[in-house]
């Protein structure tokens, strides 16, 4: 049995070990396996389910969508919602009706209907994967008539961006920011944006102040009214990253620590349970 999931600060936290339930003073494992995005709504949790990069590597089409359900405090079975996607996604969100996945490995934005029919969104032409023309998409997040994404852009050698798309997906506005390899962007009240400066080890505002967490690699970030979730990790090599520990940092709105959590996984993605989370493109 699980403690009640509307418990304010608690959290799932999805990594290549599993989905862990999170609290500031403990874990615990909900689901084994290798996730990358997470989100919840109406008493389910979804996830973007991979699998080892090894795996993956014979079976590049081993990325699926599964829906949980998650209520009276007991983890339903998966139901399986889409299956067969390439390995390399990354966050999903639900986003003006839709729901949305982040195909990095396609450089592309999958947006699925309530039938679980996906249109596909291309950012860019197909690439060669870690090419020098591999953005490697990794986050999104839609607010009202737009969409921001997050390119990575390490395999480039260049800093990371934030660019902003109208709903039609046209280009609007591209951010060039401090480092290259940056995960995930959450909107703030005042319309500034946030987003984890990985390789530094900390949080950083677009044309702000940044936050140092550890000297470790930031990815994962909820945003409540009142705290700041943070994840980070060793950063090893691709092969590697399947076994390696991470922490959760909590931080209040002053970016003061509050409490840090060690991990058995690196957090990959971070999203608060109850929903009230900037880092929801439809926060409640």
């Not at 829906?67 to 003006?96: M, S």
């Amino acid at each position: 049995m699980l403690a009640d999931p509307q418990t304010k600060n608690t959290y799932l936290v999805a990594s290549r070990q599993g989905i862990y339930r999170v609290e500031h003073g403990k874990y615990e494992m909900l689901i084994a396996g290798c996730y990358f995005g997470i989100t919840a709504q109406d008493g389910y949790i979804y996830c973007f389910k991979t699998d080892s990069l090894a795996a993956a590597e014979a079976n590049p089409n081993c990325g699926s969508l599964l829906r949980h359900e998650f209520r009276d405090n007991i983890v339903g079975e998966a139901e399986i919602l889409c299956d067969g996607l390439d390995y390399n996604g990354h966050q999903i969100d639900f986003f003006d009706g839709s729901f949305w996945l982040v195909d990095s490995g396609n450089q592309q934005i999958l947006e699925f209907d309530s039938g679980w029919n996906a249109t596909a969104h291309p950012i860019g032409p197909p690439v060669e994967r870690r090419s020098e023309e591999d953005v490697h998409i990794n986050s999104f997040h839609g607010r009202g008539d737009r969409i921001f994404l997050m390119f990575h852009n390490g395999h480039r050698g260049i800093p990371s961006e934030i660019v902003e798309y109208d709903r039609a997906f046209r280009e609007i506005r591209r951010t060039r920011l401090a480092s290259t390899g940056c995960h995930d962007i959450v909107p703030l009240e005042d319309g500034s944006l946030l987003y984890c400066e990985s390789i530094k080890g900390q949080i950083a505002v677009v044309s702000g102040a940044t936050h140092k967490i550890d000297e470790l690699y930031t990815r994962g970030l909820a945003v409540s009214d009142d705290e700041i979730a943070v994840g980070s990790s060793l950063y090893g090599v691709r092969a590697s990253r399947q076994m390696l520990p991470g922490f959760v940092t909590f931080l209040d709105r002053q970016y003061n620590r509050i409490s840090r959590l060690h991990l058995p996984a690196a957090p990959t993605q971070i999203r608060r349970l109850d929903g009230h989370d900037l880092s929801l493109s439809m926060p409640r």
